[in-house]
């Protein structure tokens, strides 16, 4: 095996889970979602052997292409964008019962108002509290700057915290 494709296959198996987890959280099949994830490993595969320089950030370069993969998907489709977790369980290893049921009950919560989000506030929000993305990063895939990335953080949790508390 070349060494551009041992070094593709460890950004590979270092980011598929989570780029899997955000195209399924944005198109709500598995079909789809791994459809979606296979082409944005296909293209950046593509990328990464017609690059003449290393991708710096690889993370960033992969949600990028799956986050336009996915905005292609509902312009292909024609329909609104919905954000379904319902069969991705987002549970914390919560040491007692109690804690762990208003855990699975505050989760629960937030499934049910994510959608109601605007699309950036629902990308920021997954990206940094499920896939424990820095905010550097999310500022590399959004493509801004990091203060700007951080009131887009600060906004989406302010309207998620406005959400929550209609409910």
């Avoid at 791994?34 to 052997?49: H, N, P, R, Y």
């Avoid at 290393?54 to 992969?62: H, V, Y």
Wanted: with cysteine; aromatic share 8%.
């Amino acid at each position: 095996m070349t060494d551009q494709r041992k070094e593709f296959s460890k950004i590979y198996d270092k980011h598929i889970d989570k780029i899997y987890r955000f195209i399924y959280l944005k198109v709500s099949s598995e079909d789809i979602a791994k459809d979606i994830c296979s082409e944005t490993f296909l293209k950046g595969w593509v990328a990464f052997q017609s690059a003449e320089e290393k991708i710096e950030n690889p993370s960033a370069f992969l949600y990028r292409i799956a986050r336009n993969l996915v905005t292609d998907h509902y312009r292909q489709r024609g329909r609104t964008q919905f954000v379904s977790i319902e069969n991705n369980p987002i549970i914390d290893q919560v040491q007692g019962v109690e804690e762990r049921m208003m855990a699975v009950s505050e989760i629960e919560q937030i499934k049910a108002i994510l959608p109601n989000l605007k699309e950036d506030y629902q990308n920021v929000i997954i990206w940094r509290y499920l896939d424990d993305l820095s905010v550097s990063e999310i500022a590399k895939i959004l493509d801004r700057s990091e203060q700007t990335t951080r009131v887009l953080l600060h906004r989406a949790l302010k309207s998620l915290k406005g959400e929550l508390e209609q409910v």
